[in-house]
T-cell receptor, first 116, second 117 residues
Framework: QKEVEQNSGPLSVPEGAIASLNCTYS??????FFWYRQYSGKSPELIMS????GDKEDGRFTAQLNKASQYVSLLIRDSQPSDSATYLC????????????????FGRGTQLTVWP | GAVVSQHPSWVICKSGTSVKIECRSL??????MFWYRQFPKQSLMLMAT?????????EQGVEKDKFLINHASLTLSTLTVTSAHPEDSSFYIC?????????????FGPGTRLTVL
């Protein structure tokens, strides 16, 4: 079982719609959860972080975390063509050797296309 | 805040030469930096974790003698690809952990595209 799994893409939504991206993780002890956006040919950009159960909103983005279900999601409201990118879910585990504490485990990413 | 730079942004070299890539945290101190590699259409692959003042920790399958990492200060880590070959051509990305902020938040540099002829 992979550490972090994301719903298979690609995902295609019309402009103005809600895009829903999902992620599950295997380590129940995980504490920190992140969503990164990666445009083609560019490096990842942090867009959301969430640490406790529930919803966290930032502009058009809402991250949802359910630790009991080991599930984290990202909702993008009023999707724009500029949101077209690959979205990476990342999880930080509490275990690990001292020198590698803080490493993130990434999903393979979900490619989102927002068409006008 | 939380800006990470990389230099160079792209490099083309001949097979057998060595290439050094720099990763700098510009407005924060980073006790830990991470080096990733990404091939086209594939996900990020962690190569190594670099800790200031100590040896890097390499992921399984990554040759430490080929990918030399030095983290001499709280704002600079370098990755040297020694005796590069065409199969080393890839997108190399560093990230840095903000020592003063949430310890587990990583900020990525813009990446270095390496092409080995």
């Amino acid at each position: 079982q992979k550490e972090v799994e994301q719903n298979s893409g690609p995902l295609s939504v019309p402009e103005g719609a809600i895009a829903s991206l999902n992620c599950t993780y295997s380590d129940r002890g995980s504490q920190s959860f992140f969503w990164y956006r990666q445009y083609s040919g560019k490096s990842p950009e942090l867009i959301m972080s969430i640490y406790s159960n529930g919803d966290k909103e930032d502009g058009r983005f809402t991250a949802q975390l359910n630790k009991a279900s080991q599930y984290v999601s990202l909702l993008i409201r009023d999707s724009q063509p500029s949101d077209s990118a690959t979205y990476l879910c990342a999880v930080n585990r509490i275990s690990g050797r001292g020198s590698t504490l803080g490493r993130l485990y990434f999903g393979r990413g979900t490619q989102l296309t927002v068409w006008p | 805040g939380a800006v990470v730079s990389q230099h160079p942004s792209w490099v083309i070299c001949k097979s057998g030469t060595s290439v050094k890539i720099e990763c700098r945290s510009l407005d924060f101190q980073a006790t830990t930096m991470f080096w990733y590699r990404q091939f086209p259409k594939q996900s990020l692959m962690l190569m190594a974790t670099s800790n200031e003042g100590s040896k890097a920790t390499y992921e399984q399958g990554v040759e430490k003698d080929k990918f030399l990492i030095n983290h001499a200060s709280l704002t600079l880590s370098t990755l040297t690809v020694t005796s590069a070959h065409p199969e080393d051509s890839s997108f190399y990305i560093c990230s840095a952990r903000d020592h003063g902020g949430r310890a587990d938040t990583q900020y990525f540099g813009p990446g270095t595209r390496l092409t080995v002829l």
